[in-house]
Nanobody, 124 residues
Framework: QVQLVESGGGLVQTGGSLRLSCTAS????????TAWFRQAPGKEREIVAA????????YYADSVNGRFTISRDNAKKTVYLQMNSLEPEDTAVYYC?????????????????WGQGTQVTVSS
């Protein structure tokens, strides 16, 4: 059974940084388009960033553009989300998602595999 595992969440103050990691079992994440979504309490799950493979193309939501960076380390078979200048509005559960093929998608239904999520809390 394919599993995506997120790590790196936690509690940080406004302006701080966190780096989330996503690894996979029974799936070579290097050859899957991968995205980070987030869901805050009472809100819909929204896309934050996405990356195709090879890591030529990427996407960022307007709310995080310039602050977050999505990247791959193929040797470690890991996808990262570097989050800088964090704001209380970034507080959410962050999910890693993977889709077959090189092209990333912006719609959650296009992603076949999901992790369990990691909590990110930004205090003011």
């Amino acid at each position: 059974q394919v599993q995506l595992v997120e790590s790196g969440g936690g509690l940080v103050q406004t302006g701080g940084s966190l780096r989330l990691s996503c690894t996979a079992s029974k799936l070579t994440i290097n050859t899957y388009a991968t995205a980070w979504f987030r869901q805050a309490p009472g809100k819909e799950r929204e896309i934050v960033a996405a990356i195709g493979w090879p890591a030529i193309s990427s996407y960022y939501a307007d709310s995080v553009n310039g602050r977050f960076t999505i990247s791959r380390d193929n040797a470690k078979k890991t996808v990262y989300l570097q989050m800088n200048s964090l704001e209380p509005e970034d507080t959410a559960v962050y999910y890693c998602a993977a889709a077959r093929g090189p092209r990333y998608y912006l719609i959650r239904d296009q992603y076949e595999y999901w992790g369990q999520g990691t909590q990110v809390t930004v205090s003011s």
